[in-house]
C-alpha cells in the first residue's frame, strides 16, 4: 500500500533528512517507526501524506507515484490518509461535533450521513458525551481522542500518527493507544513515529527505527531499541 524506492530528502538547507530509503508497508499493517530525535522520522511519514516532497525516489501510495501528483490532486489523497500530530491541531472556534463534522463536509459527504458518521467516531473514542464541548474544555487526552476521531470519519485506508502520546500522561497515551489497536483491528493501516518506549516493546509491532535519514533495523515484532 506504500512502496517508497530510493527516497532521499535534502532541505532547502542543505539538510539531508533522508538518506536512500527503500520500505514496503501492506495493508492493514500496524508500525512504528522509531529514532533518536533529528533522525528523519517525521520527515519520513510526511513524504507518506506528500506533506514533504522527495528530492529524489518514488513513493506509491495504494498503486500512485505521489511525487507525480499535482499540487491540485493531492487533496484526493489526502482523503485516502489520516493524520494526527502531537499537538492536536482542533479549530478552536468549533465544538467537538464540529470540528469532525467539517472533515466530511470537507469531501462533500451527504448531510444525512454526516451525523450517524460523527457520533460513531465519537462513540468508537468514548467522547459522545462531549460533543458540544469546545476544545478548550477538553482534557489533553480527550483533545488527543477527538483529533484521532477526526482523522478516522472519512473512512482512510491508513492513519499516520507522529508522536501522538508525545504530549500526554502514561495512562492517557495507552488510552490512545487502545484507540489505535482498535482502528488497526478493523483492517486500518496505522502508521506511527514514537519516542514511547513502553508502549513499543510492549506491543511487539513491526519496528523500523530510523537513524541519519536511513533504515538501520525493520523486525516484524520489535522492540524500541533505545533509551527512554
Ligand atoms: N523544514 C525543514 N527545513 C530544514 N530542515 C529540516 C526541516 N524539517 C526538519 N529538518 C531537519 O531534518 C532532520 C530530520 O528532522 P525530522 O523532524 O524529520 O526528525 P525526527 O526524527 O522526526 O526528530 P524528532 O524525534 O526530534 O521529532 C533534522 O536535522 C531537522 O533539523
Redesign the pocket.
Same mark, same amino acid.
Given at each position: 500500500m506504500i512502496e517508497m524506492k530510493d527516497v532521499w530528502?535534502a532541505? /532547502?538547507?542543505?539538510?539531508?533528512?533522508?538518506n536512500g530509503i527503500n520500505i514496503s508497508i501492506d495493508k492493514g499493517e500496524f508500525v512504528y517507526?522509531v529514532? /533518536?530525535?533529528?533522525?528523519?522520522?517525521?520527515?519520513?511519514?510526511?513524504l507518506m501524506y506528500r506533506e514533504?516532497k522527495p528530492t529524489k525516489g518514488t513513493i506509491h501510495f495504494n498503486g500512485t507515484d505521489i511525487t507525480k501528483l499535482k499540487n491540485r490532486q493531492v487533496p484526493k489523497l489526502r482523503r485516502q490518509i489520516g493524520v494526527v500530530f502531537q499537538d492536536f491541531k482542533l479549530l478552536p472556534k468549533l465544538t467537538v461535533y464540529e470540528n469532525i463534522a467539517f472533515a466530511q463536509e470537507v469531501i462533500e459527504e451527504h448531510p444525512r450521513n454526516i451525523r450517524t458518521r460523527v457520533m460513531e467516531v465519537l462513540d468508537l473514542v468514548k467522547l459522545q458525551h462531549k460533543a458540544r464541548s469546545f476544545p478548550d474544555e477538553l482534557s489533553g487526552g480527550e483533545h488527543q481522542r477527538v483529533s484521532i476521531a477526526r482523522s478516522i470519519v472519512n473512512n482512510p485506508s491508513v492513519v499516520i500518527a507522529?508522536?501522538p502520546t508525545g504530549n500526554l500522561d502514561p495512562e492517557n497515551a495507552w488510552s490512545i493507544m487502545d484507540i489505535f489497536e482498535e482502528i488497526n483491528r478493523s483492517g486500518t493501516t496505522v502508521v506511527m513515529?514514537t519516542?514511547n518506549k513502553s508502549i513499543v516493546n510492549t506491543m511487539k509491532r513491526r519496528v523500523i527505527a530510523?537513524e541519519d535519514?536511513m533504515i538501520v533495523r525493520d523486525e516484524l515484532r520489535g522492540e524500541y531499541g533505545y533509551e527512554a
Open positions: 530528502k532541505y /532547502p538547507n542543505g539538510v539531508m533528512a533522508v517507526i529514532g /533518536p530525535s533529528g533522525a528523519g522520522k517525521s520527515t519520513f511519514v510526511k514533504v507522529d508522536e513515529a519516542h530510523i535519514g
